[in-house]
């Protein structure tokens, strides 16, 4: 009957195989958050980037923090434009959207 279990070490949680493939996808993609926040503020400029905070990534679409509804809303003016600076940045598609939320900076 021992035989027929298996040792608990022998199993992963399923959160940690799905955390790593999606890291290695994203990696294999370029796309680490590090590698946004390091170019964001020449990006977007001074005045975004102190009420702006790039907070991952959800497939193509970037997820930005921002400090407040008025950023938010100023912000969906400047998308294209972000995304266009960001992908030409990169010399590849990595953005398709972004999405702002109210978050910390």
Do not use: H
Not at 51 to 77: C, D, R
């Amino acid at each position: 009957m021992q035989n027929a279990k298996k040792n608990n070490d022998d199993f992963e949680q399923i959160g940690n195989i799905l955390g790593n493939i999606l890291n290695k996808f994203r990696m294999e993609l370029g796309f680490e958050t590090e590698n946004i926040s390091g170019i964001w503020k020449n990006i977007v400029g001074e005045a975004i980037y102190k009420n702006t905070k790039p907070a991952g990534f959800k497939g193509q679409t970037l997820l930005v923090n921002v400090s407040g509804s008025v950023w938010m809303q100023e912000l969906q003016y400047y998308k294209k434009d972000i995304i266009s600076k960001l992908n030409n940045e990169f010399g590849k598609e990595m953005v398709r959207d972004i999405k702002f939320k109210i978050g910390a900076i």
